[in-house]
């Protein structure tokens, strides 16, 4: 973990357990949050179209696609944000070239490694819409514990 820790869009109970009862298939539910800009507490470092004063807002995401490893050590979601016009922001809003949430490992795999699932392709799908919260964390999906444990 970064000292400085990092933004992220951390999602609701309710959403959260959405994502743990919809898409969880791994011995390791994390689905917690979508990574905005890592290594930083400087607001000003929050990309578009994110402003300092956005921190603590709620924000709608949409999942939009659905990737598992073949060999059962990751599985993900991608999500998009819904803008305050209705416009679903695909990209941009994130440093992760496919913005997502990881739902869950083996309890091997780091929940990083979803970056290059998504990499390697994805199953485009029409998902929840999911509640998440504009916050500076230093907390790590490594060692959260399960919701419930």
Do not use: Q
């Not at 869009?9 to 905005?36: K, Y």
């Not at 709620?58 to 050590?73: K, S």
């Not at 941009?92 to 290059?116: K, L, M, R």
């Amino acid at each position: 973990m970064h000292p400085d820790g990092y933004f992220a869009l951390v999602l609701d109970p309710a959403s959260a357990e959405t994502l743990r009862r919809g898409f969880c298939t791994l011995p390791r539910p994390i689905a917690h949050h979508c990574t905005v800009r890592y290594g930083t507490k400087n607001p000003a470092d929050l990309p578009p179209p994110f402003t300092a004063n956005d921190l603590g807002r709620t924000f709608t995401l949409a999942v939009t696609g659905y990737a598992r490893r073949d060999d059962g050590g990751i599985e993900a979601v991608v999500v998009g944000l819904l803008l305050d016009n209705g416009r679903l922001l695909e990209h941009g809003f994130t440093e992760n070239a496919i913005p997502h949430v990881t739902v869950a490992t083996d309890g091997i795999v780091e929940p990083a490694t979803a970056n290059d699932l998504l990499r390697a392709g994805f199953e485009r799908i029409a998902g929840p819409l999911l509640l998440a919260r504009l916050e500076h964390t230093w907390a790590s999906s490594s060692r959260e514990e399960p919701a419930g444990a």
